[in-house]
Structure formats: structure tokens, C-alpha cells
């Protein structure tokens, strides 16, 4: 068998076979080329390859180098291992900061719905209590207090220096009856009341807020805004104390008042 045939099946260079043959391994080009023509060489002529390539290396000092690393593995450690740490106090502080806001949140809605429902409870009348439309307030004014008999002196002994008793033959005239006076405001003023000489009221009165005054001889009426206000004297309508928008005052008294809503007495 020929070079030129093996070189033709193997595919190697006629001249590295020459060189394999003749054991002239510096021609060769070295490394795993030498093992690899070896080995094609051997499978080709039908030898066992293995051994033919441990016989190639022993003639050739062939030796494969292989790092083998004979120290110990290195440590790995991590160059910042505070930061770990600060990342972690980083989210349990926002845990912590969104749980708060939201608890917060929940016992705001909770008293919010609490105070809704005391104030629902405390508007709405009780069954069987009719709701009243306007508040209007009957303020008594001067009342005079009742007549009361002197205990009756004990009996002085008719004697002879004993005057005799006198006999009361008149009775006094009833007490006239008092006014009634009503008192309405369309808007929000100031308003004072004087009846009889005495301060029954003195505030503001809003829009749609009603007061009665009872009076029996004399009363004074003022208000910021005579326009306001609409009076009524024993269910009958006054007059204005004065111009819408400017201030007022009136006074009645039982003589002015005589024969007219009810006061002729």
C-alpha cells in the first residue's frame, strides 16, 4: 500500500505521512494535528487507534496539557453588605408608613359614618311627635302677679273703745287685657324689644324666624333693617317701622293703640 493511496483516503499531505513514518515529528505541525493523522492513519490500515496514538505520544513526547487547578476555591463576598441591610430597612419602612395611612384612613370613614348617622338620628323626631314648621317663641312679658288677700287681722273684742270696722262698698275695675305682639323677619337683622320698660329681647333674627311678645302698655321695637321685618298687633298687620334698608324704631303704647286691633280698653 502506497503513501499516495493513504494520503488519498485519509486526506492527509503526502508529506506529513512521510514524516509520520520516518518519526520525524518536528515537520509535523504539532498539537492535537499530530494525534488527529495518527489516529486517521491507524483507522484507515485498521490498527486499534488508541493504542497507536499512546505509542505516537511515548516516541514523541507528546503529553497533554491539561490546567488542573490545585488551590483552593476562592471566597466570594459581597463588596457592600450594608446595602442589603439598608434595603431592607427600606421596605419595612414603607410597609409600616402605608399601613399607618391606611388605618388612619379607616377610623376617619368610620367616625365620618358614626357622626353621619348621630346627626341622621338626632334630626329625626321620635313617632308620634309632629315636626314643627317654624320655631316661634312666646315670650310673657310684665306679667302681673296675681292679687293675694292679706291674712285676715285676728278679730279685735268689740269694746267701747273699738272703732267699728269699715265696709269696703266698691270693687276695682279688672285689668285691661295685654297685646299680643308678633314679630316676623323676611331677612336677617338686628332686633331689639323693649315691653313695659323692660329689655325682653335683643339679637338677630333670621330669615324666616318668628317671635311673640305680650305687652301691656308700652312697647319698643327696633330693628337694623326696618324693611325686614312684619308686625302683627292681636292678628292684625302693622305699618313698617320704617324704609326697607334702613334702620327703625316704633313705639306703641296702649293709648296710641286705643280702638284699633283690639285695644280699646
Known amino acids: 500500500m502506497s503513501l499516495d493511496e493513504i494520503s488519498a483516503a485519509t486526506r492527509i499531505a503526502t508529506?506529513?505521512?512521510?514524516?509520520?513514518?520516518?518519526?520525524?515529528?518536528?515537520?509535523?505541525?504539532?498539537?492535537?494535528?499530530?494525534?488527529?493523522?495518527?489516529?486517521?492513519?491507524?483507522?484507515?490500515?485498521?490498527?486499534?487507534?488508541?493504542?497507536t496514538v499512546a505509542?505516537?505520544?511515548?516516541?514523541?513526547?507528546?503529553?497533554?496539557?491539561?490546567?488542573?487547578?490545585?488551590?483552593?476555591?476562592?471566597?466570594?463576598?459581597?463588596?457592600?453588605?450594608?446595602?442589603?441591610?439598608?434595603?431592607?430597612?427600606?421596605?419595612?419602612?414603607?410597609?409600616?408608613?402605608?399601613?399607618?395611612?391606611?388605618?388612619?384612613r379607616i377610623l376617619g370613614l368610620r367616625a365620618s359614618r358614626r357622626a353621619a348617622q348621630?346627626?341622621?338620628?338626632?334630626?329625626?323626631?321620635?313617632?308620634?311627635?309632629?315636626?314643627?314648621?317654624?320655631?316661634?317663641?312666646?315670650?310673657?312679658?310684665?306679667?302681673?302677679?296675681?292679687?293675694?288677700?292679706?291674712?285676715?287681722?285676728?278679730?279685735?273684742?268689740?269694746?267701747?273703745?273699738?272703732?267699728?270696722?269699715?265696709?269696703?262698698?266698691?270693687?276695682?275695675?279688672?285689668?285691661?287685657?295685654?297685646?299680643?305682639?308678633?314679630?316676623?323677619?323676611e331677612k336677617t337683622t338686628r332686633v331689639t324689644v323693649d315691653a313695659d320698660a323692660q329689655r325682653v329681647y335683643d339679637g338677630t333674627m333670621k330669615a324666616g324666624e318668628g317671635r311673640v311678645f305680650t305687652v301691656r302698655d308700652r312697647i319698643e321695637i327696633s330693628a337694623g333693617d326696618a324693611g325686614a321685618l312684619q308686625l302683627e298687633l292681636n292678628g292684625k298687620p302693622l305699618a313698617p317701622i320704617g324704609q326697607a334698608g334702613h334702620e327703625g324704631k316704633a313705639t306703641l303704647t296702649r293709648e296710641s293703640l286705643k280702638g284699633t286691633a283690639g285695644g280699646g280698653n
Open 118 to 185: 348621630l346627626a341622621a338620628a338626632s334630626a329625626t323626631p321620635p313617632p308620634g311627635q309632629p315636626r314643627l314648621r317654624e320655631t316661634t317663641e312666646v315670650v310673657p312679658v310684665s306679667a302681673e302677679p296675681a292679687p293675694t288677700r292679706a291674712p285676715d287681722a285676728p278679730a279685735l273684742p268689740q269694746g267701747r273703745d273699738t272703732p267699728p270696722a269699715p265696709v269696703s262698698g266698691s270693687t276695682s275695675a279688672p285689668p285691661a287685657p295685654p297685646f299680643l305682639l308678633k314679630v316676623e323677619a
Open 15 to 51: 508529506r506529513f505521512l512521510t514524516a509520520i513514518e520516518n518519526e520525524q515529528w518536528d515537520l509535523l505541525p504539532g498539537g492535537v494535528f499530530n494525534r488527529g493523522f495518527v489516529r486517521a492513519v491507524a483507522r484507515y490500515l485498521g490498527l486499534d487507534e488508541e493504542n
Open 55 to 104: 505509542e505516537y505520544a511515548a516516541a514523541a513526547g507528546d503529553r497533554p496539557t491539561v490546567p488542573v487547578w490545585t488551590g483552593s476555591p476562592p471566597t466570594v463576598t459581597p463588596d457592600h453588605p450594608w446595602l442589603a441591610w439598608i434595603l431592607i430597612a427600606v421596605i419595612v419602612g414603607v410597609i409600616a408608613t402605608g399601613g399607618w395611612f391606611a388605618m388612619r
